[in-house]
């Protein structure tokens, strides 16, 4: 499975307006853009793969307006996500070494959580 994930950045704004992440499950002869809440403009910040479990995929993801921040999680390489609303921003994520259930976010205001 191949994910790539293409952002347009507004210059004058300072922020990405729109993304889109794209999924190819035959090394990338087709490729299909996912959709993960359809009717809903969300602007995904970045993709994370668990290293001990390459199924295993968390989006981060905002609204068009930056007041909500969502993970959506994948345990079947990107097939499937489920939707997991969070309270705080993500600067970056990390994966435990260990418990592939288990993560390690650090947040835009300077938490971990």
């Known amino acids: 499975v191949i994910l790539i994930l293409t952002k347009y950045y507004h210059t004058d704004m300072g922020k990405v307006l729109e993304s889109s992440l794209w999924r190819s499950s035959d090394f990338g002869t087709l490729y299909t853009k996912l959709n993960l809440q359809p009717g809903i403009v969300t602007v995904i910040d970045n993709f994370y793969i668990c290293p001990t479990n390459k199924k295993k995929i968390i989006l981060v993801s905002s ?9 959506f999680i994948s345990t079947d390489e990107g097939a499937t996500f489920q939707k997991q609303p969070i309270t705080f921003f993500v600067e970056t994520l990390l994966f435990h070494p260990k418990e592939e259930d288990k993560v390690l976010a650090y947040t835009k205001e300077g938490k971990v959580n």
């Open 63 to 71: 609204s068009h307006n930056d007041r909500d921040q969502s993970l």
